[in-house]
Antibody, heavy 119, light 113 residues
Framework: QITLKESGPPLVKPTQTLTLTCTFSGFSFSASRVGVGWIRQPPGKALEWLAVIYSNDDERYSPSLKSRLTITKDSSKNQVVLTMTNMDPVDTATYYC???????????WGQGTLVTVSS | DIVMTQSPDSLAVSLGERATINCKSSQSVLYSSNNKNYLAWFQQKPGQPPNLLISWASTRESGVPDRFSGSGSGTDFTLTISSLQAEDLAVYYCQQYYTDPWTFGQGTKVEIK
């Protein structure tokens, strides 16, 4: 059974850096071309893809947020970490992590974690 | 970026009737070397993460009822729910995974008439 779970602070202040962790089970980065990505969704709004990291350490970022994002993985812990700098209230959203196999779309998602940016 | 545009934004359908959602991409998501359309459909119910319904434009995921079907190629795609059930009330998103950044449509909310 594949599971992913997001964890991180529910509240951050403007200008702070957000660090989110995705811990997963049921698959590993040892498989060829496995990726774990982050997607966010502001309340009542659409989904926005942020970043993905693959088993070969290839990293891809949303061009509009690239300067603020860093994605890393710890294969031994089955974790992927996303950091986002200079947080703003418009970054308030539910943040999801999801798995991608090969060229398939993301097929397994975590339940999401709500992050509120407020002073 | 490839822009995904869905229509309509919301849709009210009677139980048992057909629901049709359209998705248009700003450029083709058909990869010529394998003749596959890199287009997925997701269903999202309130308080839940998106659930993958259809990949490759028309391939239903395991466990997805056959009343859900996807069609289209290139830049124009359709999700059809042949006979709407109460449990189908949700927001539906199309997504292209042809190229990074993955991009989603704005969503279509399906309601009961």
């Amino acid at each position: 059974q594949i599971t992913l779970k997001e964890s991180g602070p529910p509240l951050v202040k403007p200008t702070q850096t957000l660090t989110l962790t995705c811990t997963f089970s049921g698959f590993s980065f040892s498989a060829s071309r496995v990726g774990v990505g982050w997607i966010r969704q502001p309340p009542g709004k659409a989904l926005e893809w942020l970043a993905v990291i693959y088993s070969n350490d290839d990293e891809r970022y949303s061009p509009s947020l690239k300067s603020r994002l860093t994605i890393t993985k710890d294969s031994s812990k089955n974790q992927v970490v996303l950091t986002m700098t200079n947080m703003d209230p418009v970054d308030t959203a539910t943040y999801y992590c999801a798995r991608r196999r090969g060229n398939d779309p993301p097929d397994s998602w975590g339940q999401g974690t709500l992050v509120t940016v407020s002073s | 970026d490839i822009v995904m545009t869905q229509s309509p934004d919301s849709l009210a359908v009677s139980l048992g009737e057909r629901a049709t959602i359209n998705c248009k991409s700003s450029q083709s998501v058909l990869y010529s070397s394998n003749n596959k359309n890199y287009l997925a459909w997701f269903q999202q119910k309130p308080g839940q993460p998106p659930n993958l319904l259809i990949s490759w434009a028309s391939t239903r995921e395991s466990g997805v009822p056959d009343r859900f079907s996807g069609s289209g190629s290139g830049t124009d795609f359709t999700l059809t729910i042949s006979s709407l059930q109460a449990e189908d009330l949700a927001v539906y998103y199309c997504q292209q995974y042809y190229t990074d950044p993955w991009t989603f449509g704005q969503g279509t909310k399906v309601e009961i008439k």
